[in-house]
């Protein structure tokens, strides 16, 4: 039997959405063993005197636990 769980994960760039979504992914794998798949919840901007000054993501990273 297998048994997965999930984590949220929040991680941004002042370059792109993907380069925030490759960023996260990058750091949630260097913590976690398995991971199996990522959804992304949410994407925001950080608006600064009318300009981004950040893409942001918040994503769900699935991971399946060592038995």
Same mark, same amino acid.
């Given at each position: 039997?297998?048994?997965?769980?999930?984590?949220? %994960?929040?991680?941004? &760039? @002042?370059? @792109?959405?993907?380069?925030? %979504?490759? &960023?996260? #992914?990058?750091?949630? !794998?260097? !913590? /976690?063993?398995?991971? !199996?798949?990522?959804? %992304?919840?949410?994407?925001? #901007?950080? %608006?600064? $005197?009318? $300009?981004?000054?950040?893409?942001?993501?918040?994503? $769900?990273?699935?991971?399946? /636990? $060592? @038995?």
């Amino acid at each position: 039997m297998t048994v997965a769980r999930t984590t949220e %994960i929040i991680a941004g &760039s @002042s370059k @792109s959405f993907d380069a925030a %979504i490759a &960023s996260g #992914l990058k750091r949630a !794998t260097k !913590t /976690l063993d398995n991971v !199996t798949g990522a959804w %992304i919840a949410d994407q925001e #901007l950080i %608006i600064d $005197k009318g $300009k981004v000054k950040e893409y942001r993501v918040r994503m $769900k990273v699935t991971f399946v /636990l $060592k @038995s």
